[in-house]
């Protein structure tokens, strides 16, 4: 059995000179040996990355900085590179626009400070052409002798073809309905019916593991379909309500408000200018009101 032991330091991680310089270590029984960036692929090799890259599972680690030190090939290329030697060393910052970032790292931090391990959050996730899509990621913490040294997780596409239900949460087809269908209406009958549970049974069954009730979990989905809206096209929030399943709005500016502290529109000031859009139609993979 072995451990992979990151290293405490916190100085900016320099990506031209990081492939030399010791970055975590590698435990085997009573032994521990330091190793680098490039090192640790070739063991990570022999250990089962090989396996996850050809399942194509989109899984990576984090440091306590949130910086990459570790994603599969199939998670680089689905963002865009050719190696993981390119994202090695980057964070959320330098590969989604801000309003994405801030909730990464909301959660991320959550798993840092608390040691949360979140499970099957739906979330939009850059896709290889600069669209979005919608994903379910799971993370929890890494240790070392106790104490949280960094995050990994698994990333898993909501998108019809790519969905795997065998061998994940029962609850796995009520959230994907959730971000299937999430502009109209949605109620506990139909979700419990998609996971094959009666209403009370799915209720407590989805509190158990995602610590909130199906109701909030479905608000936040929506809350994040506002945020992409607001901050990559000029609709107005009448047609943004309707487009993520608020009833209209003043329904969706009091749930915004309450859940980010600013209003939509000042929410949108504040981003609209830093994001990047990419090149034609901005509802290639959103499907915020379009079909799959």
Partial sequence: MFFVIFSQCQAPLDRCQAWTQPCCSWKFGDHTMAVTIDQSFDLLHGAGLDAMNELGVLYFVKDQERRFVLCT???????????????????????????????????????????????????????????????????????????????????????????????????????ELMAEAYQRKLDIQELASAAGMSPSYFNRQFKKHFGTTPHRYLRSVRLMAVDELLCTTDLPLSAIAHQTGFYDQSHLSNEFTRHHGVTPLEYRRRNLAEVRLPPGPRQVKLRLDVSR
Avoid: C, M
């Avoid at 993981?84 to 626009?97: F, T, Y």
């Avoid at 669209?131 to 913490?141: I, N």
């Avoid at 949460?169 to 959230?175: D, F, G, R, S, W």
């Fill in 73 to 175: 090939d199939a998670l680089v290329h689905h963002l865009g590179y050719r190696s993981p030697r390119q994202v090695i060393g980057l964070r959320d910052e330098d590969l989604s626009p801000p309003h994405l970032v801030d909730h990464y790292r909301r959660y991320d931090e959550r798993i840092l400070q608390h040691g949360e391990r979140i499970v099957e959050l739906v979330e939009l996730v850059r896709n290889v052409n600069g669209s979005f899509d919608w994903f379910a990621t799971t993370k929890w913490p890494l240790r070392q002798g106790g104490a949280i040294v960094g995050i990994a997780g698994v990333i898993r596409s909501l998108r019809p073809a790519h969905s795997v239900r065998d061998g994940l949460l029962p609850l796995t087809p009520a959230i």
